[in-house]
Nanobody, 126 residues
Framework: QVHLVESGGGLVRAGDSLRLSCAASGGTFSSYAMGWFRQAPGKERDFVAGLNRWGGTTTYADSVKGRFTISRDNAKNTVYLQMSSLKAEDTAVYYC???????????????????WGQGTQVTVSS
């Protein structure tokens, strides 16, 4: 099991940028595909972005494609979510997730991830 801790959330204005970080410990980081999810009040937890073990393959929700970028630094055991052109509808708690895998696949379903961070709040004011 890997322990995940998100950071970098905050209150920003529409159009601003923000970078979230997720630090992993307790496992071999390069063995995990990583993902970012978000949950707005009263809504389900939705997929945002995913990244394979080596960072060579990414996948994004349509709502963030072209605005968000997921990346990882396996030497630092950290995955990032760079968010730009933020909108009020991006307001949510953002969660980092990890799935141990021997493949180079990305994963979009929250049911496929078995390690989760505690979340970090992102609030975008319009």
């Amino acid at each position: 099991q890997v322990h995940l801790v998100e950071s970098g959330g905050g209150l920003v204005r529409a159009g601003d940028s923000l970078r979230l970080s997720c630090a992993a410990s307790g496992g071999t980081f390069s063995s995990y595909a990583m993902g970012w999810f978000r949950q707005a009040p009263g809504k389900e937890r939705d997929f945002v972005a995913g990244l394979n073990r080596w960072g060579g393959t990414t996948t994004y929700a349509d709502s963030v494609k072209g605005r968000f970028t997921i990346s990882r630094d396996n030497a630092k055991n950290t995955v990032y979510l760079q968010m730009s052109s933020l909108k009020a509808e991006d307001t949510a708690v953002y969660y980092c997730a990890a799935r141990e895998t021997s493949t180079t696949t990305t994963f979009r379903s929250n049911a496929l991830y078995d390690n989760w961070g505690q979340g970090t709040q992102v609030t975008v004011s319009s």
